[in-house]
C-alpha cells in the first residue's frame, strides 16, 4: 500500500460523509433545510420541493447547483441558512487525528459546502489545525463537483499538482475528474463501488491511512 502513495505530496479530503461516517447523519438536518428554503422560495409543497432538491443533486451535482442555474438563487444566504444545524451529533476522533497529522506532505480539504460549515465539522471532530487550507464551493465560483472545471479552479487557486496528489472521496462520482487528471482516488464509504475511476475503497479511512504510512 505505501509504495502506491509514496509519490503523493498533497493529501485531498473532502468533508461530509469522508471525515466522518455518514451514521452520524448530519446531512439529514442539511435536507430538512434545504426543503424548507425550497418550499419558501419556489412556492412549492414539500413532496415536490423534496424531489426538486433530488433532482438538482442529480443533474447538477449540488441541489444550490440547480437552484442558481434555474432559479438565479442567491447562493450566500442559501448557505447560510441550510448549514445552521447541530453539530454535537458528531464526535471527536482522535485516531483520525492522528493520522491525518502524520501524512506527509500538504493536507487540504475540499468540499461542495462552504468554508465556515467546514470548519465547524473539522472542530466537531478534533481536526481543526491539521489542515493546510480549506476550499468550499464559494471558491470555485459555486461550481459543483463533479464538474472537472471545479476541481481545476481549486487545483489551481491551491498549486497542487495532481500527478502528486491524493483524493478521498465518499461520492463515487466526485473521484471521475480527479482520476482523469491523475490522482490517486480513495472511496470511502460503508460499501464498495466498483468503477474503473476507483483506486481504493475503505470503510475506515483512519485505518487505512495508517497503512499507507
Given at each position: 500500500m505505501r509504495t502506491q502513495f509514496h509519490h503523493v505530496t498533497t493529501w485531498v479530503f473532502d468533508l461530509d460523509n469522508t471525515l466522518y461516517?455518514?451514521?452520524?447523519?448530519?446531512?439529514?438536518q442539511i435536507e430538512v433545510k434545504m426543503t424548507a428554503?425550497?418550499?419558501?422560495?419556489?412556492?412549492?409543497?414539500?413532496?415536490?420541493?423534496?424531489?426538486?432538491?433530488?433532482?438538482?443533486?442529480?443533474?447538477?451535482g449540488t441541489t444550490l447547483a440547480g437552484l442558481m442555474r434555474e432559479h438565479n438563487a442567491d447562493p450566500a444566504p442559501y448557505l447560510e441558512e441550510v448549514h445552521d444545524i447541530d453539530f454535537t451529533l458528531l464526535p471527536q476522533d482522535p485516531d483520525l487525528a492522528a493520522a491525518i497529522k502524520a501524512?506527509?506532505?500538504?493536507?487540504?480539504?475540499y468540499t461542495n459546502a462552504?468554508?465556515?460549515?467546514?470548519?465547524?465539522?473539522?472542530?466537531a471532530r478534533g481536526l481543526n489545525g491539521l489542515f493546510d487550507a480549506i476550499?468550499?464551493?464559494?471558491?470555485?465560483?459555486?461550481?459543483?463537483?463533479?464538474?472537472?472545471?471545479?476541481?481545476?479552479?481549486?487545483?489551481?487557486a491551491d498549486g497542487?499538482?495532481?500527478?502528486?496528489a491524493a483524493m478521498f472521496e465518499d461520492d463515487p462520482r466526485n473521484l471521475a475528474a480527479p482520476h482523469a487528471m491523475g490522482m490517486r482516488t480513495i472511496h470511502v464509504a460503508p460499501k464498495p463501488h466498483k468503477s474503473l475511476h476507483i483506486h481504493h475503497h475503505?470503510?475506515?479511512?483512519?485505518a487505512f491511512l495508517g497503512k499507507v504510512i
Open positions: 461516517p455518514p451514521q452520524y447523519r448530519l446531512f439529514d428554503w425550497v418550499m419558501r422560495e419556489l412556492g412549492v409543497g414539500r413532496t415536490e420541493a423534496n424531489r426538486l432538491r433530488q433532482h438538482y443533486w442529480d443533474t447538477y501524512l506527509p506532505g500538504r493536507r487540504i480539504i462552504c468554508v465556515p460549515y467546514a470548519e465547524k465539522v473539522l472542530q476550499y468550499g464551493i464559494e471558491n470555485a465560483s459555486f461550481l459543483p463537483k463533479p464538474e472537472r472545471a471545479a476541481f481545476e479552479a481549486i487545483f489551481t497542487l499538482d495532481p500527478s502528486r475503505t470503510d475506515d479511512l483512519a
